[in-house]
Nanobody, 123 residues
């Protein structure tokens, strides 16, 4: 059973930065996707960024140029820069077996999920 553990998050003013990390345990896949999703109050969960086992990244248009996702073995780190109030939400780490050259940002494609970590950006 794959277990994902997130860390980081917190509260910051607009324009500030945060770092989120996700460690994966119990992986049996030879290649995998790891992604980050977020959910704001009253809104649906949306994909933010994803990374393949080879380090190829995919970003949502809303975070391109501001967020950076990197990985080191079974751990990935999401750097959130130039944060905006609309970035506020619960951020979730997710994982799935890799099935193509890119990892999708569709939550339905992901099998394993972390508990989430809160990011709050004040104006």
């Amino acid at each position: 059973q794959v277990h994902l553990v997130e860390s980081g998050g917190g509260s910051v003013q607009a324009g500030g930065s945060l770092r989120l990390s996700c460690a994966a345990y119990g992986y049996t896949y030879s290649s995998y996707c790891m992604g980050w999703f977020r959910q704001a109050p009253g809104k649906e969960r949306e994909g933010v960024a994803a990374i393949t086992s080879y380090g190829i990244t995919t970003y949502a248009d809303s975070v391109k140029g501001r967020f950076t996702l990197s990985k080191d073995r079974a751990k990935n780190t999401l750097y959130l820069n130039s944060l905006k109030p609309e970035d506020t939400g619960m951020y979730y780490c997710a994982a799935r077996e890799e099935q193509g050259p890119l990892c999708s940002l569709q939550q339905s494609d992901y099998k394993y999920w972390g508990q989430g970590t809160q990011v709050t950006v004040s104006s």
